[in-house]
C-alpha cells in the first residue's frame, strides 16, 4: 500500500512539475511579447515626435485617467485618420511614392 501512495505522491509532484514549466514558458513569452511591443513602440514613438514635434507637449501624468485627459485630443485625432479608409489610402499612397523617390502632392481632404 505505501508503495502505491508513493508513486501516486510522484506522479502528482511531476504533474505539478509540469504545470509550473508551462506557466513559467507561458510568462516568458508574455514577456518576450511585451519587451517587443515595448521596443516597437519606443521606436514608433521616436519617428512620430521626430516629424511632429508639437506632440511632444504632450506630458505623460502620474496615472491613467489623467493621462486618457491629456492625450485625449491626441488620441481622436489618430482615432479619426485611422478609421477614414479614404484618408489612409491617401497616406500609403505618398509613403509608397516616397519608398520609390518619387515625390506625390497629397491631397487629404
Do not use: C
Not at 513602440?41 to 505623460?60: A, D
Amino acid at each position: 500500500m505505501a508503495g502505491l501512495y508513493e508513486m501516486h505522491r510522484k506522479v502528482k509532484e511531476k504533474e505539478e512539475h509540469l504545470k509550473r514549466q508551462i506557466q513559467l514558458r507561458k510568462k516568458k513569452e508574455r514577456e518576450s511579447k511585451r519587451k517587443q511591443d515595448d521596443s516597437r513602440n519606443f521606436i514608433v514613438g521616436g519617428l512620430v515626435t521626430k516629424y511632429f514635434p508639437e506632440i511632444r507637449r504632450y506630458q505623460p501624468r502620474r496615472n491613467k485617467a489623467e493621462n486618457a485627459k491629456e492625450f485625449e485630443t491626441l488620441e481622436n485625432l489618430l482615432s479619426a485618420v485611422s478609421s477614414n479608409s479614404e484618408i489612409m489610402a491617401q497616406i500609403r499612397q505618398l509613403a509608397e511614392s516616397l519608398d520609390d523617390g518619387v515625390i506625390m502632392p497629397a491631397k487629404i481632404k
